[in-house]
């Protein structure tokens, strides 16, 4: 089973990153392999709302980058989103990136039942919209959402302070453990408890 990891700091070995490789060492623990891209200082323009991929299953713009990392994601047992708090939310770069993967994926239902996990890494304040923010992706694609026994939330200013935060850290662990936990389960449990089927949502405008 595979993890991929985003790390949405443009600063790509910074306390975000930091948390990521936590994560991931406890993942391995497990026998869960992590990967982690770096979306936080990619060139990836946002969505135009286009509704191509509507149809096509898959954005239509021509960025090579892009279709990597979405390949990558479609074949993802689990997704874990790390980002520090810019202005109370996420960093421009990786909600381009968000936006645009997620929104390709509504009609396909390719991240259906994906377990998924988040964490904000802030020096203060904004976390809690932060967190919100990521896991509004998770609740939109009907992913399994991972909790731990706290707020999702770590601090730090300069690069490695987060691992001073005891209990952000505790944190970041326990949601390790239980997102194996979850992907360990749902795969025992796969045939004798089969998940219910993907059905595309009926669109409609408010607008009458």
């Known amino acids: 089973m595979k993890v991929i990891a985003i790390n949405g700091s443009p600063r790509a070995e910074g306390n975000t990153y930091l948390t990521i ?20 200082s990619a060139d990836i323009g946002g969505c135009s709302h286009c509704g191509c991929c509507m149809n096509a299953g898959q954005c239509q713009k021509p960025d090579e980058q892009f279709k990597t990392w979405s390949e990558i994601l479609f074949h993802a047992d689990g997704v874990f989103l790390a980002a520090p708090a810019y202005f109370g939310s996420i960093p421009g770069p990786m909600k381009s990136f968000l936006d ?30 932060t967190v919100d923010d990521l896991n509004r992706y998770f609740l939109v694609s009907g992913m399994v959402i991972v909790t731990a026994t706290s707020a999702n939330l770590i601090h730090g200013a300069n690069p ?11 944190a970041v ?20 408890l089969p998940p219910p089927p993907f059905v595309k949502k009926p669109m409609m405008n408010f607008i009458r």
């Open 21 to 40: 490789k936590a994560f991931a060492e406890e993942l391995g623990k497990e026998g869960i392999e992590t990967h982690i891209l770096q979306a936080g």
């Open 100 to 129: 645009r993967f997620f929104f390709q994926c509504l009609r396909s239902g390719i991240m259906y039942h994906k377990i998924g996990a988040s964490m904000a890494v802030l020096r203060r304040a904004g976390g809690f919209t």
């Open 160 to 170: 490695g302070e987060v691992l001073q935060d005891t209990e952000g850290m505790d």
């Open 173 to 192: 662990l326990k949601l390790a453990r239980n997102m194996a936990w979850i992907m360990k389960m749902k795969e025992a449990t796969k045939d004798r």
